[in-house]
């Protein structure tokens, strides 16, 4: 990264009209590099490979007269009861009267009932005409037949649904209980992935619970669609290449030499920055061998693929970030041509441990339909359009399954009914046109309206404003650490954004909506989670800066938690008075 130019106004001066050393950045980026987190280098290659967690001293445990080995295992044990503590707030938000209202509410009137009849034959079947209505209080039995129904998405999201059905029935509780749960564990995800990234158990814990009160992932945790469950399987595929990221550098770092003092170098030598240089054939030469969690990061974006589609972007952008990631490791060993080491030895093997791995993952969430034989479309390579052509020497089963899949692609790219809750993706980050997914006007005495004038009861898809509004300007800051300050952190939290928002772009004439962009809320909270960190200040500032930063991101924080608890009755369906769910009503767009 460079030596970070002094602050002083005399340093500064000499800086001009010395000259420049070779390689050192551009002007313009030294002097940027001044508003962000003073950069200093570490002279050991170990540290900078795999940096320490801030509370892995174990200092304030000692303040306490708590002994070294005491304090390495309650250090331990503090980075999961905070977490802990965060999701279990925002499982008893979740849970909490989870099966009002207590009817079909929107798109369940697609999952919930797909679910249970995976449950019933394996694949999705027809359901009467009346279904909706009378789901609730009767069997739903008496209103599925086995005749297969054309179904536009994969199965493993409505296979997850079926799974609380299973559990508590076919009622609104029951087709809910499973969302609300991965609800419930993305938050504590993005507390332990925020810890990581972050190198702070606080910030973390502030990410998590920035995700527990968002609105939109609020209100998705209790609606059985399909998006939450996308958006817990990239948070999990992310949180494993994390864990993957630390596990191979470590590995990179443990294969170094280790010279005086105890630091990583391949000699006594140093290069132009004081910094100690690492066995350059390490970098180049070790192989990383067998990494589980990035298998295991293939298997979550296959099942996010294997619910929706949308998946697939995410496992085309963790696969790339994933070998920059290997890239950036070989170079800080030491490697002299680190990008050709990356794809010589870890190309192959990453695209095997995800692409290869998600796309079995895929084939195996069919297995229903492939197990059965009354699923849509699943004799087709038995027809005689199907007899033809020159693939016919494959199984039936695939071919029929390739044919459908190739339908439902024509269906996807070809949607454009028009629906009075779309919007475009430009407007999505200001919650430019959130979507109702239930609404009411009881009068009073009826469904606990008490309000003379009537009331209003909805269910509305909207981020918490504040938190959203907030997130722009953190998207904003994340850009500029990871552009002019070649910061990883930066750099993934974008990509988690940018894999969830920017594809829907390409689909501008199609019918889409705004309860798409729940998949990237987690990033949006680990960015809003990294900018109040550089509000509050870094280490070593003084108290009065220190001060000052940590009231003005409580302050904003106090002020998210506010507007989502001022929301919350437009989150739950709760009868309100006609003019106060007016007064929620903050633009002709979001009624």
Known sequence: MGRVTSDTTATDAAAQHA?????????WQRRLRRFGFPARPQTDVRARLVPAFPES?????????VGPNAAIRLTRWSGWLGPLLVALFAGVLRFWNLGSPRKVIFDETYYPKDAWSLLQYGYEGTWAKNANDALVGHPPQLLLSPEHSYVVHPPMGKWLIAVGE???????FGWRFMVALLGTLSVLLVCRIGRRLMRSTALGCLAGGLLAVDGLHFVMSRTALLDLIVMFWVVAAFGCLLVDRDRTRARLAAALPVGHGGTSRSSEAENGEGIARPDEGVGDRLRLGWRPWRIAAGLCLGLATATKWNGLYYLAAFALMAVLWDVAARRTAGARHPFRSAVRRDAVPAFGSTVVVALATYLASWS???????????DWATSPEGRTGAWTWLPDWLRSLWHYQTEVYS??????????????PWSWLVLGRPVSYFYEDPKVGHDGCTAAEGCAREVLALGTPLLWWAACFALLYVLYRWLFKRDWRAGAIVCGVAAGYLPWFLYQERTIFLFYAVVFVPFLCLALAMMLG????PPGSTERRRTIGAVGAGVLVLLIAWNFIYFYPLYTGMPIPKSAWHHRMWFDTWV
Do not use: C
């Open 166 to 172: 299973g559990l508590f029935g076919m009622n609104p």
């Open 368 to 378: 229903g339909w492939i197990a059965t034989k009354g699923g849509y479309y699943r």
């Open 411 to 424: 269906f996807h790219t070809g949607l454009t009914t028009p629906h009075a809750y779309q919007s475009n």
């Open 534 to 537: 550089a509000i509050v200040g």
């Open 57 to 65: 001293s174990g200092r304030l445990w000692a303040a306490f007269g």
């Open 19 to 27: 000259p420049e050393p070779p390689g050192a950045p551009p002007v």
